[in-house]
């Protein structure tokens, strides 16, 4: 079976003034249905690789393949079809709309894949049904709790139903109770949304303790591989 | 085949007025800026057609009135009419109607014999015929004209800025004016005459009684003539000949409605300059705009990157904020027009001039809207949709 992601080689520098290298040579595999969690201390490059997993950021050099498809020879248009059918994001600040609904925010998860106004608020409203937030749908993200808004951003990572799910620091706001719930949620995403591909990122060890596999970064390398495959 | 991304047409104008709704305050008064400048635009166009419009009409009721007035010899004196003058005009057939009148120089129209000679007000005193109503198609403001019993007791009508000027504006039985040493009782005030300036500025009095105490005679000064409309330039061309057989020369023929064509020239002048200052107000509701949507975009960068996140093509983001920049205006742009079309009618209805919009001035003023919006909003709309998507999530 063709995995989920694959990375050959990655390296990502910044160009000057900075000049620093975030990754080198990374290489790693991740395959359809599996959970792993990205560790590492601050400024180990884990958000540069969630950034380039997600193609919001082009590396440097070596290939990133999403299900199969190098990424490195597409346009940034193309890319964009990529995040818009193939991937999910859940940010650790939400990024939710304040003046627009629970319902419409979620629903905002497929406004680039052109599907029309009825059909987003169906597979909107399926969607905060299995985040438990059937009865918040009328609701602004401003009254509700820091749990709920995040499990509304997954509601909005999920809405589509995307191969992969990438996740930023998910309970980086939350206090642990909702941390918990929000790392079950992610954790159990492969019984429940045939097979969702989770990479989540995090310095916390419980919540890395969630995941099947953990890989640790430090200076932009892997250090350690819980599932190394090659 | 690979997945790409689509953003309906519908879903773009949703997406596009989303910072407006977020930001209504904000979005109101960059609105406004807008709004004033196209009332402006607008309202200066309407004003100027219903000017435009009510001078027309007055061109169109005094286009046919020629006017025979005494020339001036080589050393200025003023060559007399000769008192054949009048009847040989109305002989001319297109010639509808004529009517004379005189000027009584030295004379001082005063309110009452307190007043110092030396206040005049600028009102001339003038002998005139029963006919001058009608041949220069004014009104009767208060009273009546000068009857029969004007020819043989002092009466007098007043034009409507000699009126104003000494204070009356409405008449009783025991209205009088002092004119050259004696009371005149006023039996009538004429409306304004746009063509006949000279007759607003004065007194008018029977030539019958301009002859008994200023020894005028018959002799006008100046004849109005009311002609055939199709015919007024041939009638214009013997006028001189026929008023002064002896030496054409020595009168001066004139068409008053020329007066009219001139001030609608001058008007154009200022509609010119009014529209260039509108213009300018709109450049400056435009910048307006463009900073607010440069704020726009620093403030939202976290929103544009969660839209790229979520498959937002660059084009798909600058096509946001280029039409919010662009709905901005327009909804600026059509109060705009609401507002300069209520100030039109306002001001036409002050002036006293019908309403005229027309009808290229919201259309100018929509399309002016729209292109102001798109044109302020394309460098914030450039610079949103060449952010790189991982820094604008790493905004917070």
């Known amino acids: 079976m063709t995995p989920a992601l694959e990375l050959r080689n990655v390296s990502k520098t910044y160009p000057p003034p900075t000049t620093v290298t975030a990754l080198c040579d990374v290489d790693f595999t991740v395959q ?5 969690a990205i560790t590492g201390a601050s400024g180990a490059g884990k958000s540069t690789l969630l950034s380039i ?9 070596g290939t990133v393949r999403i299900a199969g498809t190098d990424t490195s020879t597409m346009s940034d248009t193309q890319l ?11 940010f650790q600040q939400f990024f939710l709309l304040d003046h ?3 319902l419409e925010n979620v629903a905002t998860g497929l406004v680039y894949r052109g599907v029309a106004t009825s059909i987003r608020r169906e597979h909107a409203t399926q969607a905060l049904e299995r985040v438990g937030l059937a009865g918040r749908m009328r609701h602004r993200p401003a009254q509700l709790s820091g749990g709920e808004q995040q499990r509304v951003a997954i509601a909005r990572a999920l809405v589509g139903r995307p191969a992969v799910l990438l996740a930023d620091e998910p309970t980086g706001n939350l206090d642990t109770a909702n941390g918990h719930e929000i790392v079950n949620l992610l954790a159990t995403l492969r019984e429940t949304d ?20 953990k890989i640790q970064l430090q200076d932009g390398r892997i250090v350690h591989d819980s599932g190394a495959t090659g | ?25 904000r979005s109101t008064l960059s609105a406004l800026g807008i709004a004033i400048a196209i009332a402006a635009l607008v309202a200066v166009l309407g004003a100027a057609e219903s000017s435009k419009k009510h001078l027309l009409d007055e061109l169109g009721q005094q286009g046919n009135l020629l006017t025979v007035g005494t020339g001036q010899t080589f050393d200025g004196n003023p060559t007399p009419l000769p008192p054949t003058a009048q009847t040989m005009i109305a002989r001319i057939p297109p010639v509808l109607s004529t009517t004379a009148v005189g000027n009584i120089d030295g004379a001082t129209v005063r309110r009452t014999d307190r007043i110092p000679p030396e206040n005049t007000n600028g009102i001339n005193l003038m002998a005139a015929q029963v006919s001058l109503p009608s041949t220069l198609s004014t009104r009767i403001l208060r009273g009546a004209f ?10 007098t009508v007043l034009g409507y800025s000699a009126a104003r000027s000494l204070g009356i504006d409405k008449l009783t039985a025991q209205t009088q004016v002092f004119i050259a040493g004696r009371y005149f009782a006023v039996v009538g005030i004429l409306d304004q005459v746009s063509v006949a300036p000279e007759i607003d500025t004065s007194a008018l009095i029977s030539f019958g009684i301009a002859d008994q105490l200023f020894d005028l005679g018959d002799v006008p000064t100046r004849i109005y003539i009311r002609v055939d409309p199709d015919q007024v330039p ?3 061309a013997v006028l001189g000949a026929t008023a002064s057989p002896e030496s054409p020369p020595d009168v001066q023929v004139q068409r008053p409605s020329d007066v009219i064509l001139a001030r609608l020239q001058a008007k154009g002048a200022f509609v010119g300059l009014f529209l260039g200052l509108g213009a300018i107000a709109l450049l400056v509701a435009g910048v307006g705009i463009a900073n607010i949507m440069v704020i726009s975009v620093l403030e939202r960068r976290a929103e544009i990157g969660l839209r790229r996140a979520l498959g937002a093509r660059r084009r798909d983001v600058a096509a946001q904020f280029l039409l919010e920049s662009a709905l901005l205006a327009v909804i600026g742009g059509v109060v705009g027009i609401g507002l300069g079309c209520l100030a039109t009618v306002a001001a036409a209805r002050l002036a006293g001039n019908p309403v005229a919009i027309p009808l290229q001035a919201p259309l100018a003023g929509l399309i002016a809207a729209l292109l102001v919006g798109a044109l302020a909003g394309l460098y914030p709309a450039t610079r949103a949709s060449r952010l790189p998507p991982a820094d604008a999530l790493r905004t917070l």
């Open chain 1, 100 to 102: 627009l609904s629970v």
């Open chain 2, 1 to 25: 085949m690979r997945p790409r991304s689509r953003l309906r047409p519908s879903d773009a104008l949703s997406v596009g007025t989303v910072g407006l709704r977020a930001r209504r305050i």
């Open chain 1, 80 to 90: 964009s079809g990529v995040r818009a059918w193939h991937i999910g994001f859940v």
């Open chain 2, 146 to 155: 000068l009857g029969p019993l004007a020819e043989r007791y002092p009466e």
């Open chain 1, 194 to 213: 045939e097979g969702t591909t989770v990479v989540l990122i995090t310095h916390n060890n419980d919540v890395a303790a969630a995941m099947e596999r």
């Open chain 1, 53 to 61: 997993l997600g193609t919001l950021e082009r590396p440097s050099g």
């Open chain 2, 234 to 236: 041939a009638v214009a």
């Open chain 1, 32 to 36: 359809r249905g599996e959970t792993v």
